[in-house]
């Protein structure tokens, strides 16, 4: 539906030219009704700069208007047919016969499409009072079925306030933008980082000839003794890449392999094994493992080790089991460590598609991401150890108050 609503009186309380404070739950069931594609315009008397401070007022509160002071976007006192009559299907409006209703009565109008003939319409009639017994009587009543109305409106403001909105439960959303984006033409590949382990193996036409470039555990990097075992008797030893990023390979000594692919790697060796050798060796390098953390509002938190040369911030929640229902999914944090020792922590926007644009979108060596819970989570976290207690108080009230309306009538 297309609705206006008025913002003095209606939104605020009634300050004019000043800006009041917000009518309890107005600006959380305006949002409800914008989630639930309900077209708002903001419909005021308001002019020029005071204009303009309703429209932040409401924006800084994360409340956006389809249109302002106008029927639609692109509408202003030179279009053809121009009018200041409003083509809405409701104006909301403090001014309206009867006043305004509150917010949570608002909101049941508007969701389940009624009147307040339907809302009242179940209310019982005053009768003529006969005694000053008997309207004390109808009194009571009518107290109390407000009382249950009450109820109903505070259980509804509840549901809007802790329900998490459908929209912000979504992953990738807004995916058109990763077509609007140019992206580079070349596939992630992961670069060496400190502490790394690397699998290095050195090919020749003649075993023989290659035997010296393999360490083997239990012999030292210079110890060349029955090289013609190649690789068939003993367990080749990883190389742990160390805090300065170098690793110490047989002959060749130290070299520096931070920031290079393991196809940069290969071309590094393979250079300076040139000079030892008398055809082109075939080396391969590879990532053996590396580990990543995944904390917070996922079903399994814990470390995991990565056993490809890359994994994604989404292969990583998969493996956590993803996150919960109460898992903040436009704010997660991850930390990260670079080359130098130095520790950063970027907030990331799952529900937005161009993450897959991110430089974190591809998680390195040790990598910690951190899923924070909503805000609801926390106060059910808190309020937890009386929950019972409030529970078992709400049953008896709501008992008491049977028990009256039955007894009077």
Same mark, same amino acid.
């Given at each position: 539906?297309? =609705?206006?609503?008025?913002?003095?009186?209606?939104?605020? !309380?009634?300050?004019?030219?000043? =800006?009041?404070?917000?009518?309890?739950?107005?600006?959380?069931?305006?949002?409800?009704?914008?989630?639930?594609?309900?077209?708002?315009?903001?419909?005021?008397?308001?002019?020029?700069?005071?204009?303009?401070?309703?429209?932040?007022?409401?924006?800084?509160?994360?409340?956006?208007?389809?249109?302002?002071?106008?029927?639609?976007?692109?509408?202003?006192?030179?279009?053809?047919?121009?009018?200041?009559?409003?083509?809405?299907?409701?104006?909301?409006?403090?001014?309206?016969?009867?006043?305004?209703?509150?917010?949570?009565? *608002?909101?049941?109008?508007?969701?389940?499409?009624?009147?307040?003939?339907?809302?009242?319409?179940?209310?019982?009639?005053?009768?003529?009072?006969?005694?000053?017994?008997?309207?004390?009587?109808?009194?009571?009543?009518?107290?109390?079925?407000?009382?249950?109305?009450?109820?109903?409106?505070?259980?509804?403001?509840?549901?809007?306030?802790?329900?998490?909105?459908?929209?912000?439960?979504?992953?990738?959303?807004?995916?058109?933008?990763?077509?609007?984006?140019?992206?580079?033409?070349?596939?992630?590949?992961?670069?060496?980082?400190?502490?790394?382990?690397?699998?290095?193996?050195?090919?020749?036409?003649?075993?023989?000839?290659?035997?010296?470039?393999?360490?083997?555990?239990?012999?030292?990097?210079?110890?060349?003794?029955?090289?013609?075992?190649?690789?068939?008797?003993?367990?080749?030893?990883?190389?742990?890449?160390?805090?300065?990023?170098? =690793?110490?390979?047989?002959?060749?000594?130290?070299?520096?392999?931070?920031?290079?692919?393991?196809?940069?790697?290969?071309?590094?060796?393979?250079?300076?094994?040139?000079?030892?050798?008398?055809?082109?060796?075939?080396?391969?390098?590879?990532?053996?493992?590396?580990?990543?953390?995944?904390?917070?509002?996922?079903?399994?938190?814990?470390?995991?080790?990565?056993?490809? !040369?890359?994994?994604?911030?989404?292969?990583?929640?998969?493996?956590?089991?993803?996150?919960?229902?109460?898992?903040?999914?436009?704010?997660?944090?991850?930390?990260?460590?670079?080359?130098?020792?130095?520790?950063?922590?970027?907030?990331?926007?799952?529900?937005?598609?161009?993450?897959?644009?991110?430089?974190?979108?591809?998680?390195?060596?040790?990598?910690?991401?951190?899923?924070?819970?909503?805000?609801?989570?926390?106060?059910?976290?808190?309020?937890?150890?009386?929950?019972?207690?409030?529970?078992?108080?709400?049953?008896?009230?709501?008992? *008491?108050?049977?028990?009256? =309306?039955?007894?009077?009538?």
């Amino acid at each position: 539906m297309l =609705i206006a609503v008025d913002f003095d009186g209606t939104i605020v !309380e009634h300050r004019y030219p000043d =800006i009041g404070p917000e009518i309890p739950f107005a600006i959380d069931t305006l949002k409800r009704l914008r989630e639930e594609r309900h077209r708002l315009i903001l419909w005021t008397v308001r002019k020029g700069r005071l204009l303009d401070e309703a429209v932040r007022f409401c924006r800084e509160r994360g409340l956006e208007f389809y249109a302002v002071n106008s029927n639609y976007p692109e509408e202003n006192s030179r279009c053809e047919g121009y009018s200041r009559k409003l083509g809405v299907d409701l104006f909301i409006d403090d001014r309206n016969l009867g006043g305004l209703p509150d917010w949570g009565v *608002i909101y049941r109008m508007v969701h389940d499409g009624l009147t307040f003939e339907d809302l009242y319409a179940a209310s019982p009639r005053q009768e003529p009072a006969f005694s000053s017994g008997k309207q004390m009587k109808n009194n009571l009543i009518h107290r109390i079925m407000n009382l249950k109305k009450l109820f109903g409106v505070f259980a509804l403001l509840a549901l809007l306030t802790s329900c998490a909105s459908y929209r912000k439960a979504l992953y990738l959303r807004d995916d058109e933008v990763l077509e609007m984006v140019e992206q580079r033409g070349s596939l992630y590949e992961y670069r060496v980082m400190p502490k790394d382990e690397l699998t290095i193996t050195v090919s020749t036409s003649d075993p023989e000839v290659s035997a010296p470039f393999y360490r083997k555990i239990g012999q030292s990097k210079l110890q060349n003794n029955n090289m013609n075992q190649g690789m068939t008797n003993a367990k080749l030893l990883d190389y742990l890449v160390d805090n300065e990023g170098y =690793i110490d390979f047989p002959i060749l000594g130290k070299l520096h392999v931070v920031g290079l692919t393991s196809r940069q790697c290969e071309d590094l060796i393979r250079q300076r094994l040139q000079p030892y050798l008398n055809e082109t060796p075939n080396v391969t390098v590879r990532i053996l493992s590396y580990t990543i953390s995944v904390l917070g509002e996922v079903n399994r938190p814990g470390t995991y080790t990565v056993t490809d !040369e890359r994994i994604t911030i989404f292969e990583a929640l998969a493996q956590a089991g993803d996150m919960t229902l109460f898992a903040r999914r436009n704010d997660v944090e991850l930390l990260r460590e670079d080359s130098l020792g130095r520790r950063t922590v970027a907030h990331l926007d799952l529900t937005a598609a161009d993450i897959a644009l991110s430089p974190y979108y591809y998680l390195q060596q040790n990598d910690v991401i951190y899923v924070k819970p909503t805000k609801a989570k926390v106060r059910s976290n808190t309020l937890s150890s009386n929950s019972s207690f409030w529970i078992s108080l709400t049953s008896l009230a709501a008992t *008491i108050a049977s028990l009256v =309306i039955i007894a009077l009538r």
